[in-house]
């Protein structure tokens, strides 16, 4: 479309098909994660700046070069939510849910926004689900969540699932830490590329996030985090293993698993999917119990996970497998008596009404056209009414299927099309 209006970069158009998978996808999590006490919550799409500024770390990608911001007519600076688990812990501490019996379960499904760099299954507007329980140490809450984001995965069809664990401890635990791993990041400046060179200056755990395979081999060899943890968050993490292995999930523990915002801790985790090959990461969480804090509240532990749909869907989709049931129609109305069509669209809607899927010709089409119509759609019956039926106040119903039709008065045909659809006609 040379001369027309696009969408924009980074977006996609979702057309019927695809946005009846994307539906499947969320109704799925929904029930999964409302079956174990999850309730869905909502926030605004867009955030005073400073709540992802504060808790993401003004060093993270995302608050240096990916929030979308903008200043309203108010003076405000906002920006348009780059992921969920800072808003929701807004939402807990605003409204007082730290009153109610903790944790607190949350689910979400929405849009998120990141101005980062398109490929395949990364979009700067993208449809996220994340799940969180906010107010809760106990690390059976980390191995629930693991196991339930594992449960919807695989509810998709999605198998052969990796989960990679690691313990990044507490904040007390990182400085110590950070300063052995920037004196081992200098001590290898020279073999380096400028990334890993320039998140040693801003947050040197990152630095195990390098795409640059020279890199990458030498920060396989750095002081790894989990060796210096606290005693405390040592504990924790064995306890998570054990919920665990109990619940029979395998996993692989990697010192070097790290997450991308600043106020994760404890407990992370990333879950991929090898069938995707080299990008085949599609979900992962981890342990905030300092980010309340971060936002003028009371200490406050919480962990949670994020995954955006688009990616997993696109993994589906590349093994030929699609979340949504084939679209079901049980009756299409080919109309051939315009005298006839303002009645039968009436009784069309008494059907619906009663439950039945139904669906009318409004592209003028012949007969034949019609009929061809029915099928395409996948209509298990189709009325029919020309110029004879309406004559005689009937209508013929068709089964799509056999062949076979049945003659019916209009009076009576919704209680029928009811009938057909309960299986009792």
Not at 76 to 84: D, I, S, V
Not at 110 to 138: H, K, L, M, P
Not at 204 to 218: G, N
């Amino acid at each position: 479309m040379a001369d027309g209006f696009q969408a924009p970069r980074g977006t996609l158009d979702w057309l019927p098909e695809r946005s009846a998978a994307r539906r499947a996808m969320i109704e799925r999590f929904r029930q999964i994660f409302e079956g174990a006490g999850y309730g869905e919550a909502m926030t605004p799409i867009f955030e005073d700046k400073a709540l992802f500024a504060r808790t993401a770390g003004e060093s993270s990608e995302v608050v240096g070069k990916e929030m979308y911001l903008f200043e309203d007519q108010g003076g405000r600076e906002l920006a348009l939510r780059p992921e969920f688990t800072a808003s929701m812990v807004r939402l807990y501490l605003e409204n007082g849910l730290s009153r109610e019996a903790q944790p607190v379960r949350l689910w979400s499904a929405g849009n998120c926004y990141r101005f980062a760099a398109v490929q395949r299954g990364r979009y700067r507007e993208f449809t996220q689900v994340n799940a969180e329980a906010i107010g809760s140490d106990d690390p059976a809450i980390d191995a629930e969540l693991i196991a339930l984001q594992l449960r919807w995965f695989e509810s998709l069809g999605l198998d052969g699932l990796e989960v990679r664990l690691n313990t990044i401890g507490d904040r007390a635990d990182r400085g110590p830490y950070l300063d052995t791993l920037r004196a081992y990041i200098d001590a290898h400046s020279a073999d380096v590329d400028d990334e890993v060179r320039r998140q040693r200056e801003l947050n040197p755990l990152r630095a195990f996030d390098t795409k640059d395979p020279a890199s990458a081999a030498i920060m396989a060899d750095a002081p790894k985090i989990a060796d210096a943890v606290s005693a405390e968050a040592a504990t924790h993490f064995a306890a998570v293993c054990r919920f665990l292995d109990a619940r029979g999930v395998n996993y692989t523990p990697d010192p070097t698993l790290v997450r991308g915002l600043d106020y994760y801790s404890r407990t992370t985790w990333e879950i991929s999917w090898p069938a995707l090959g080299a990008q085949s990461g599609i979900g992962g969480g981890g342990r905030y119990d300092g980010l309340a804090e971060l936002i003028g509240g009371a200490p406050t532990p919480g962990v949670g996970f994020a995954c955006g749909i688009e990616r997993v869907l696109l993994a589906l989709e590349d093994q030929d497998r699609s979340p949504a049931p084939a679209r079901q129609m049980d009756v299409f109305f080919a109309v051939f008596c315009d005298a006839a069509r303002p009645r039968l669209h009436a009784l069309m809607d008494q059907a619906r009404i009663r439950g039945v899927n139904a669906e009318a010709d409004l592209a003028g089409r012949a007969v034949k056209g019609q009929l061809k119509q029915a099928d395409r759609i996948g209509a298990a019956l189709t009325v029919v009414c020309g110029d004879d039926e309406w004559a005689r106040s009937v209508c013929l119903v068709r089964t799509m299927m056999t062949g076979e039709q049945t003659e019916i008065s209009l009076d009576d045909l919704v209680e029928h099309l009811h009938n057909a659809k309960m299986g009792t006609a």
